[in-house]
């Protein structure tokens, strides 16, 4: 192992050993580790974890959709070819973005189904002795009440395993520390970002509609100037580097090191959204799109930016649960996560410090082959590095997404993979 790594493993952040054995001797005695690593049936895992119609639908490139047809009209003259052109572009974009309006609206409709049957309790009695259903409330708390219940979760296993000196579960032949309840939520990944994303598109359809009315094929355009009024089934790839742009964290990232001088990485990455300096709450707060693009930070109320980050700190622990695995058998984890879902994860942690850079790195790679295993490279980097950020949180706070450039990449990724399939 290098030095590197070393001074990591000392510093308490999860590096990947460089030795099968070692890495197979802590999966056994860590339970997230193992859920981590489980392998659950492909497509029953997949459709648990990945929110599918809460993303955009897949288009192509546009300089392909214009080789397509500069191929189906060999014989066309230039105009006429640049005409046929702009229209087929032009209607390749309105069924995407009409594909992605129609799918809010019924991504609107499943979570009232949801709420309204599915998640709710029955055989209530309120203040005035009548029965009642009390139906699962706002995504705000709910997510907090499923936070404070994974909290009550450890603190209680922990108690049992004091009082036991201990106390370790077997299963399977192996031995993992059980940290929390396997199982704890009835309601899949896949349900959980679909309420949390339907929340948030509806507000914007109104106004995305106005645009997509007026501006029609030249709505792409608007959205690039204007990249929040999209919903998340709308966004197009080259939009997405807009939302999450890296000016940030760059300054979040200069700011924590310099940090370091002074302190461990552990006292930095334990601070919570109340005791961070306000500087790096706003830096954060902007970096994670808890604040409007167009208004500075520092206009924001201080204890509403730290509000803010406290329910984003309980959204991570509820995603990280679902994203170990945790929540049961075919449950999926960060394995069965779709590209569009582990990328969106991914910068939802500070884990991109740029998207634009780091997706052109192999999109403009001309060989389809050399094309194909770049892009395939970028993404299990990605999937190892939400790994490890997992791996980590689970003892950190969020402070800890002010260090997401002293986490390294995994040194033999192709490895890793390699014991996986041998798993």
């Avoid at 054995?21 to 489980?38: C, D, M, N, T």
């Avoid at 939009?239 to 090191?257: A, E, M, N, Q, Y």
Wanted: positive net charge; contains cysteine; hydrophobic residues 35%.
């Amino acid at each position: 192992m290098s030095s590197v790594s070393q001074l990591h493993r000392a510093a308490g952040l999860f590096v990947f050993p460089t030795a099968k054995a070692q890495f197979a001797k802590e999966v056994k005695q860590s339970q997230v580790l193992g859920s981590l690593w489980r392998k659950d049936q492909k497509d029953e895992a997949a459709h648990a974890i990945n929110a599918e119609s809460t993303l955009p639908l897949d288009l192509k490139p546009k300089i392909e959709i214009y080789e397509e047809i500069r191929q189906e009209n060999a014989d066309s003259s230039t105009v006429a070819l640049k005409l046929k052109q702009s229209y087929g572009y032009g209607k390749a974009l309105m069924h995407f973005y009409k594909t992605g309006v129609s799918n809010v609206w019924r991504n609107r409709k499943e979570v009232k189904e949801l709420r309204k049957y599915q998640f709710k309790l029955s055989d209530n009695v309120n203040s005035k002795g009548k029965d009642v259903d009390i139906r699962i409330p706002g995504f705000s708390k709910l997510t907090s009440d499923m936070a404070q219940a994974l909290y009550i979760s450890q603190i209680e296993t922990k108690t049992e395993k004091d009082k036991n000196s201990g106390h370790i579960i077997k299963k399977s032949g192996s031995v993992s520390k059980k940290l929390i309840d396997t199982g704890l939520f009835n309601m899949s990944r896949s349900q959980f970002q679909l309420i949390r994303r339907t929340n948030s598109d509806l507000s914007k359809i109104p106004w995305f509609l106005v645009v997509l009315l007026i501006f029609m094929e030249s709505t792409p355009l608007v959205c690039y100037a204007f990249p929040q009024l999209t919903p998340s089934t709308c966004v197009l790839p080259s939009i997405l580097p807009r939302l999450w742009s890296p000016g940030s964290v760059d300054k979040l990232h200069k700011l924590t090191s310099k940090a370091l001088e002074s302190k461990d990485i552990a006292d930095l990455a334990l601070r919570n959204a109340y005791n961070l300096p306000i500087e790096e709450v706003r830096l954060l707060s902007t970096s994670l799109r808890l604040t409007s693009k167009f208004i500075p930070a520092y206009l924001y109320g201080e204890s509403l930016l730290r509000r803010r980050l406290q329910e984003y700190y309980n959204y991570l622990k509820v995603d990280n649960y679902y994203l170990s695995g945790l929540n049961g058998e075919n449950s999926g984890n960060v394995w069965n996560l779709s590209k569009q879902e582990l990328l969106l994860a991914c910068l939802e942690r500070n884990l991109i410090r740029d998207l634009k850079k780091d997706v052109q790195s192999y999109q403009e790679i001309k060989d389809e082959a050399e094309r194909s295993s770049k892009e395939a490279e970028f993404y299990t980097k990605l999937r190892l590095r939400l790994f490890q950020f997992i791996v980590d949180f689970e003892k950190y706070n969020i402070g800890y997404l002010g260090l997401g450039h002293l986490l390294k990449d995994a040194e033999a990724p192709d490895t890793i993979l390699e014991w996986r399939s041998k798993n």
